[in-house]
Structure formats: structure tokens, C-alpha cells
């Protein structure tokens, strides 16, 4: 059964870059199908989708986060890691990352999920 667990600072200062890893047990991020999704619930909010990356290693991103999003793999440790530049308070959210055959899942009904992780944006 496919495991992962994010990983990060759970605080970061504005203007900084937020970078967080997801490990993944159980299976290879190289899996054919699969993508490697990163989504982030706000306070008071539904999830967003953030973006993903397949098991080429093939990347995809939200509209509009994309100028600000980087999503990349280190295969030898089986880990795919989500950046995000220039954080404002509005970033602060709940980051969770996702296994699916769908790229752009918005529900915890399907696909495997991380617990998640609170990243809040301070000064």
C-alpha cells in the first residue's frame, strides 16, 4: 500500500520560497500512469491543486500559480519536492501531496493522500 509523508518548515517568512518533499513508500514515483500531485487547503477554504508531476517526470501546473511553482523528483530517494516562490500571508494553508491516475484531483475521495502539513507565512 502506497505511503506518503510530507515534510518542510511549518513556517516560512514572506517574500521567501517554500519548499516541501513528499517520501513515497510502498511504490515508485516512476510508475507508469500515476502522477505525483501537490494541492493546498487555505484556512476556511476548499483544496486547491497545485500541480503535478508524472512518472516521466513530466511537470504541470496550476494557471495560477505557475509563475511561482516548481515541482521536481529525486528518484534515488523516491521523494518529489513542491517550491514555491515569493509567499505572501495568503499562501499559509495546509499542503498535502497525492498519488492519483488523475493529474487534477480537488477531492480526498480518491487517489492515496499524505496527512499534510501546516505551512504558515509570518513575519
Known amino acids: 500500500q502506497v505511503q506518503l509523508q510530507e515534510s518542510g518548515p511549518g513556517l516560512v517568512k514572506p517574500s521567501q520560497t517554500l519548499s516541501l518533499t513528499c517520501t513515497v513508500s510502498?511504490?515508485?514515483?516512476?510508475?507508469?500512469?500515476?502522477?505525483w500531485s501537490w494541492t493546498r487547503q487555505p484556512p476556511g477554504k476548499g483544496l486547491e491543486w497545485m500541480g503535478a508531476?508524472?512518472?516521466?517526470?513530466?511537470?504541470y501546473y496550476s494557471p495560477s500559480l505557475k509563475s511561482r511553482t516548481s515541482i521536481s523528483r529525486d528518484t534515488s530517494k523516491n521523494q518529489f519536492t513542491l517550491q514555491l516562490s515569493s509567499v505572501t500571508p495568503e499562501d499559509t494553508a495546509v499542503y498535502y501531496c497525492?498519488?492519483?491516475?488523475?493529474?487534477?484531483?480537488?477531492?480526498?475521495?480518491?487517489?492515496?493522500w499524505g496527512q499534510g502539513t501546516q505551512v504558515t507565512v509570518s513575519s
Open positions: 497525492a498519488r492519483d491516475l488523475r493529474m487534477h484531483i480537488t477531492t480526498m475521495n480518491i487517489g492515496s
Open positions: 510502498g511504490d515508485s514515483i516512476t510508475s507508469n500512469y500515476y502522477y
Open positions: 508531476i508524472d512518472s516521466s517526470g513530466s511537470t
